[in-house]
């Protein structure tokens, strides 16, 4: 097996696993209730600004606030029909 044919091989091990790992984590959330979801999103967002506010940069208070957002639309926006 030549160097080339090595490369392939090991670029198609890592999509394997990280579909794997895609799927599992699709799993989780799935199993994970809407409540739960939303009180996990709520502490880390609470942990997240109080992290933010200890140094007060800019940049902290940016990421926190991309990070609550993105939390909110994880839990605010799921697909029509979901009555989880």
Known sequence: MDQADQTVV?????QR????FAHLVNVGLKALSTKIL??????ADAGLFGWAMVDGAWS??????LFAIASWCLVNL???????
């Open 10 to 14: 090991a670029y198609e091990a890592k």
């Open 17 to 20: 696993a990280l579909a794997e």
């Open 38 to 43: 939303t009180l996990a999103a709520l502490l």
């Open 60 to 65: 902290k208070i940016a990421a926190a606030a």
């Open 78 to 84: 799921k697909p029509k029909g979901n009555d989880q």
